[in-house]
């Protein structure tokens, strides 16, 4: 065996974890579900490699690294006749509110600063780690979290903005 029993004690540890992360980066559910499997599948296949030092940084890097190149391919849309009905969701409760507030700010931002964002905030990882990572700069992950979370910013007053008015 190659540890299967270890790795999949592995997937329900960080499952949950690694698709919250997937659906930050992502902004969709589907899509969220379907890169933290990539993820695993990827990690399964490096486990005898990977199984002894961090598998966890592993997946988290994998899956950041197939989220950028999702957003690298082009984009694919087909004309129709008929526009589709926008989708309603109901203001249920000021964590739908905000969460959805979160998803549509993280959408604004490029492919690198919403990596670094989620990488930096969501994981907590220190500058030299999320540069490592992302095979970037510290000053790129620095100047890149500083040029993200100014724009956050921008659209948290524009909000407050619109809950006051």
């Known amino acids: 065996m190659r540890g299967d029993d270890e ?40 486990w005898p490699r990977v199984r002894r030092k961090n598998p966890y940084a592993y997946a988290r890097r994998v899956l950041a690294n197939h989220v950028i190149d999702i957003w690298r391919r082009p984009l694919r849309e087909y004309a129709t006749e008929e526009m589709p009905e926008p989708a309603k969701v109901p203001d ?15 959408s604004r931002l490029t492919a690198r600063e919403r990596a670094v964002v989620v990488l930096r905030h969501f994981f907590d990882l220190p500058e030299h780690q999320v540069a490592e990572e992302l095979g970037v700069s510290v000053g790129t992950v620095k100047s890149t979290n500083s040029r993200a979370l100014a724009k956050l910013r921008v659209d948290g007053d524009a909000l407050v903005g619109e809950v006051s008015a």
Not at 10 to 26: D, E, I, K, M, Q
Not at 92 to 106: G, P, Q
Request: with cysteine; charged share 20%.
């Open 7 to 46: 790795f999949a004690d592995f997937v329900r540890s960080c499952s949950a974890r690694l698709t919250h992360a997937a659906y930050l980066l992502t902004g969709d559910r589907h899509q969220a579900e379907d890169a933290a499997q990539t993820a695993f599948t990827r990690t399964y296949a490096a």
């Open 92 to 106: 249920i409760s000021h964590a739908v509110t905000d969460r959805e507030w979160l998803s549509d700010a993280l």
